[in-house]
């Protein structure tokens, strides 16, 4: 029997509590949808693998001449980080565009295009009920039939699966398992699975090769996710009172998910931001002080690599931040510049793929601080101010 208080235990231990003292903490969810993901993404690969003949041929149908990767929130946050991979692969535009803009700017937006264009939105849900991202979708399929449809979500049994892709030749549908259907408040297992997803598709023609990486980054995680749990936990201790998070292209998509993740997770409390490396020292930089954390997510790119380590060593030299914390491949040497490190076996993999590995440091971050606050991971807000599925407004 364990009688720590819950943020005092290992993630391993939290995993281990009684049903009726997970219910209690409110951790029956976010903890084993934490600790499940290296498991369910060789399972999301495996059902793109099943659909793979099946996506190749709507492909090849719809022969798109650019992608609009679309989702609210953390299902943004899903296209940024695929888009750069996909106008590499691709070799087409692809750009990022949240349902939340599209809502109200959708006909300027469209009226920019070519006549001749093929456009393809892939759109990231993990229930398939947000209230933007279906109207959105209703708008779309109803008023722009050029447009063809690739639908990802974590459950059959939203909207976005149960009616937009039944009997529309320009809508496909890939419905992951619903173990990545995350049942609290904070988006962990959808989030990667469906940025993996993401990259299955960028990668559809070789995607044999890419299973490799996938088993890779799956074993890597799977053999440090309690490792990084635990320095999320020493961190929340701390209680920092701004926490800013750093990356460079699609990393900076993960330090926009992380500044979420322990922003909702804290209920508020930690003050939170994400930037791209440089970009912070044009002007965000002033706002840190002695009370906050920086985190910095280091490329795998040897140019970027100099850059980034040269911000945080100015961050250091400044004595801009209260602490500094750098996760990078273990080819590097970090601890001159962070008081912090977390090493990770990851060196000869692109950028891309650290997205997965990386996230989960935010993920443990945001879950212990959660609980060091008193507050109930599974449904930290309190307040009720944000919602697991964001609820309808009133259009008049």
């Not at 929340?236 to 926490?243: G, K």
């Not at 910095?296 to 961050?315: H, M, W, Y």
């Not at 931040?321 to 273990?330: Q, R």
């Not at 990851?346 to 507050?375: I, M, R, W």
């Amino acid at each position: 029997m364990i009688n720590a208080s819950p943020d005092q235990l290992t993630l391993d231990e939290i995993l281990q509590l009684s049903p009726s003292a997970k219910a209690s903490f409110g951790l029956e969810f976010t903890p084993s949808e934490i600790a499940q993901q290296p498991e369910t993404w060789l399972e999301t690969l495996g059902i793109v693998k099943t659909m793979r003949s099946e996506i190749v041929s709507f492909l090849d149908t719809c022969s798109p001449t650019s992608v609009t990767l679309i989702g609210a929130g953390t299902s943004d946050y899903i296209g940024r980080a695929v888009a750069p991979l996909l106008r590499s692969i691709w070799k087409i535009p692809a750009q990022a565009v949240p349902s939340t803009d599209l809502l109200t700017e959708m006909k300027a937006m469209l009226e920019s295009e070519r006549v001749e264009s093929r456009p393809l939105w892939i759109s990231f849900s993990r229930s398939g009920d947000s209230f933007e991202g279906v109207k959105v979708l209703e708008a779309a399929i109803d008023r722009y039939p050029q447009i063809a449809h690739l639908i990802v979500t974590c459950s059959k049994d939203g909207k976005m699966a149960s009616e937009f892709a039944i009997g529309k030749l320009n809508v496909l549908c890939i419905v992951l398992d619903d173990k990545t259907n995350d049942r609290g408040l904070a988006m962990t297992s959808s989030f990667t699975n469906m940025v993996l997803a993401g990259q299955c598709l960028a990668q559809i023609q070789d995607l044999a090769d890419f299973e490799g990486v996938v088993s890779r980054i799956s074993a890597i995680a799977a053999d440090h996710l309690s490792g990084i749990a635990d320095i999320g936990r020493k961190i929340a201790a701390e209680r920092f009172e701004r926490i800013c998070f750093l990356g460079s292209g699609p990393l900076r998509a993960v330090a926009d998910e992380s500044s979420l993740k322990v922003l909702e997770l804290s209920g508020g409390f930690h003050s939170t931001m994400s930037e791209s490396f440089l970009g912070l020292r044009h002007g965000p930089l002033s706002w840190l002080n002695k009370d906050s954390l920086v985190v910095g997510f280091v490329s795998n790119d040897a140019a970027k690599q100099k850059i980034e380590l040269g911000l945080l060593e100015e961050v250091r030299t400044k004595a801009a931040a209260g602490s500094i914390l750098a996760i990078g491949p273990d080819s590097l040497d970090l601890n001159s510049i962070a008081d912090t490190t977390i090493a990770l076996p990851l060196s000869t993999l692109a950028d891309d793929n650290l997205a997965l590995p990386y996230v989960l440091f935010a993920q443990c971050l945001g879950l212990y601080s959660s609980l060091t606050l008193g507050l109930k991971p599974d449904a930290p807000s309190s307040d009720g101010k944000i919602r697991r599925v964001v609820s309808d407004i009133k259009i008049a």
